[in-house]
T-cell receptor, first 111, second 116 residues
Framework: GENVEQHPSTLSVQEGDSAVIKCTYS??????FPWYKQELGKRPQLIID?????GEKKDQRIAVTLNKTAKHFSLHITETQPEDSAVYFC??????????FGGGTRLMVKP | DAGVTQSPTHLIKTRGQHVTLRCSPI?????VSWYQQVLGQGPQFIFQ???????GRGNFPDRFSARQFPNYSSELNVNALLLGDSALYLC???????????????FGSGTRLTVV
């Protein structure tokens, strides 16, 4: 079945620095790549997504890039703030209505 | 406008027991998907239902079953509970059967199940 690998598992940055989280996937049929933010004890919330016909998408301080040839996609957060601290999950959709999630990255932004 | 609601929020069960978890999707959403999130891991797909029919099943044993009602709410049932079933169970609703790629999911806050 589909496999999504996510790195790093933990990431600590100073406030104002950038953070980059990377994911690789295995199924070349994957065509939708969302990123979710999950704060402690809360539901995963969609923060940005990208489809396979687009190479990059930005939304204020957040951007996602996709390299279909290499089968990897990345989340970039610039000017990090303490409220960005959370667990971030990448995922992909290769069939039906199912998402396959990566293992998560715990981002800690130190003030 | 209410979001995805799940009940109960927390539950403690004993090994071997049965549990039923409930989910009400966003009004107008006809697809409900269930995910299991073990502590420290990403969510894993269990089932998808659309218009009361099972549209997808993940790699879970037959102890796990689900159904969807005419009002699009859904139940997840787990029989013969094991310690390893302890997890956060998330329900996600979307507009249609292929909705996740077109509209994304909205997750509920989940039911935290602890099996002792």
């Amino acid at each position: 079945g589909e496999n999504v690998e996510q790195h790093p598992s933990t990431l600590s940055v100073q406030e104002g620095d950038s953070a980059v989280i990377k994911c690789t996937y295995s199924d070349s049929a994957s065509n939708y790549f969302p990123w979710y933010k999950q704060e402690l004890g809360k539901r995963p919330q969609l923060i940005i997504d990208i489809r396979s016909n687009v190479g990059e998408k930005k939304d204020q301080r957040i951007a996602v890039t996709l390299n279909k040839t290499a089968k990897h996609f990345s989340l970039h957060i610039t000017e990090t703030q303490p409220e960005d601290s959370a667990v971030y999950f990448c995922a992909d959709n290769n069939a039906g209505n199912m998402l396959t999630f990566g293992g998560g990255t715990r981002l800690m932004v130190k003030p | 406008d209410a979001g995805v609601t799940q009940s109960p929020t927390h539950l403690i069960k004993t090994r071997g027991q049965h549990v039923t978890l409930r989910c009400s999707p966003i009004s107008g959403h006809k697809s409900v998907s269930w995910y299991q999130q073990v502590l420290g891991q990403g969510p894993q797909f269990i089932f998808q239902y659309y218009e009361k029919e099972e549209r997808g099943r993940g790699n879970f044993p037959d102890r796990f079953s689900a159904r969807q009602f005419p009002n699009y709410s859904s139940e997840l049932n787990v029989n013969a509970l094991l310690l390893g079933d302890s997890a956060l169970y998330l329900c996600a609703s979307s507009l249609g059967p292929q909705g996740v790629a077109n509209y994304g999911y909205t997750f509920g806050s989940g039911t935290r199940l602890t099996v002792v």
